[in-house]
């Protein structure tokens, strides 16, 4: 209650969008610095690696700014999110000394913040706080008990690895999960500190927010609660993904992904567009519908690397139940509350590993387990490439009818025993999501 009693002043500007406080510069230059500062800010960040911070004056009128991209950020994306937020602080703040924005880039993949002060960076600011909020509430009809059990049990669990700091890198305040629910959709959220405060700082700071936003929003499905030094963030995974895929496949004429009647939904209930199809592993009622099993197949195999390669979002539930072959011969998709997200760099990774085993370098494709996490950095690879290379050979040159992604993952899960491999999470599911969809018709 300290805290929302002492941030009271701040919350309804915040909220109202000025992201202001402190006191009015008394002349110019400080805007005219801040604004010089911003106008390289954005790039400064990209070529830093996600975080960078800089000052500019002297005495009165020195400004210092900070930027930061979340975790897992892609550089336009970043670069983007930057600039806008440097150019709403801009036209918002005026001769205002402090500013703070956290905001989501133009695909809600990642978060960044733009910061600026009249004073140096690297102590916890706990005001004011920036909060949003989903209008929706949970329902009268989920018992709230439970619900606020399983929230708690995944605040806890975020808060934690946040916390942990097990890296130098500038992302080493950062915990992101998918939790599991029994009466209330699945749910994603997250927690992120800067990189200039201590881990005692961060874990206060996070507290803080889940306290703000337990005390204030409690009976939300879902929003933020943010400090100038850190983020937390939360909310149902479901309508976000299908959205996600209607965007990244919206000019694809082969994939159908059902729209939504946001008007009709509610925190229970989703309602979908009605998908009319033949289920994916009845080729018979493919080839009655009058349509090619091999081009369905087809469709299926380079919207599947569409999703893993060129976007970094994929099912990850694709089971028969979940897709089906329209009568136009589309493949469409059903289900999205189980999606994985891949980073730029692992997707630019995989790739990498593709052109490396059709060259039948198998080498660099050692050295590609070790970029992705399947290998601990420093790790002798080469008693791996004469495994790889029996792999691969025995399924190079197969067509898609012929190629066996099982049998694959089955010799490779033999490595796991035989050398020092471990399949990180996010890989877990990938590989769960190829095996599932191999069970459509060939």
């Known amino acids: 209650m300290i805290i929302l009693a002492s941030s009271l002043l701040f919350v309804l500007e915040v909220v109202n969008g000025a992201k202001c406080f402190g006191s009015l510069a008394g002349n110019s230059s400080y805007a005219q610095n801040r604004r010089d500062l911003f106008s390289t800010l954005a790039n400064k960040v990209v070529t830093n690696g996600g975080f960078y911070n800089a000052s500019l ?33 801009q036209t ?36 004011p706080p920036l909060i949003e909020a989903n209008p929706d509430h949970i329902g009268p009809s989920i018992d709230m008990t439970l619900f606020m059990q399983q929230w708690e049990s995944a605040v806890n669990k975020t808060l934690e690895t946040a916390t942990q700091a097990n890296t130098s890198s500038v992302h080493k305040y950062y915990s992101a999960i998918h939790a599991h629910f029994t009466e209330f959709p699945n749910v994603n959220m997250a927690m992120q500190c800067t990189p200039d405060i201590t881990s005692q700082d961060c874990k206060q700071c996070l507290g803080d927010c889940v306290e703000y936003f337990r005390e204030q929003f409690r009976g939300r499905a879902g929003g933020m609660a943010s400090f100038p030094s850190c983020l937390f963030r939360w909310d149902n995974v479901t309508t976000r993904n299908i959205e996600d895929f209607l965007e990244n496949f919206k000019d694809d004429p082969t994939v159908k992904i059902p729209g939504v009647y946001k008007n009709l939904c509610g925190p229970r209930v989703l309602v979908m567009e009605w998908i009319d199809g033949i289920r994916c592993t009845d080729p018979q009622a493919i080839k009655d519908a009058g349509l090619d099993l091999n081009g369905f197949l087809t469709v299926g195999v380079s919207a599947a690397l569409r999703q893993l390669l060129e976007f970094g979002l994929f099912h990850g539930d694709p089971h ?5 072959a329209m009568q136009d011969g589309r493949i469409a998709y059903v289900d999205f509350g189980n999606v994985a997200v891949l980073s730029q760099q692992n997707k630019q990774i995989l790739i990498d590993a593709v052109v490396h085993a059709v060259n039948e370098d198998y080498g660099e494709m050692a050295n590609d387990f070790t970029r992705l996490g399947f290998l601990a950095k ?21 067509g898609l009818a012929d190629f066996n992604f099982r049998s694959v993952t089955g010799q490779f899960n033999k490595l796991v025993y035989d050398f020092p491999i471990r399949i990180p999470e996010r890989f877990s599911l990938v590989i769960r999501s190829l095996l599932t969809q191999e069970g459509k018709p060939t």
């Open 320 to 324: 028969p139940g979940n897709i089906f």
């Open 378 to 398: 420093g790790t002798d690879v080469s008693p791996i490439v004469p495994a790889l290379e029996a792999i691969w050979q025995n399924s190079a040159g197969k």
């Open 57 to 89: 004056g002297q005495y009165q009128n020195r400004v210092y700014a900070l930027g930061f991209c979340e975790k897992n950020y892609e550089q336009k994306g970043c670069f983007n999110c930057l600039e806008s937020l440097t150019e709403d602080t």
């Open 92 to 127: 918002s703040c005026g001769d205002i000394t402090n500013s703070f924005v956290w905001s989501s880039d133009d695909e809600g993949r990642f978060w960044c913040l733009v910061r600026s002060s009249n004073q140096s960076f690297g102590n916890l600011e706990l005001i």
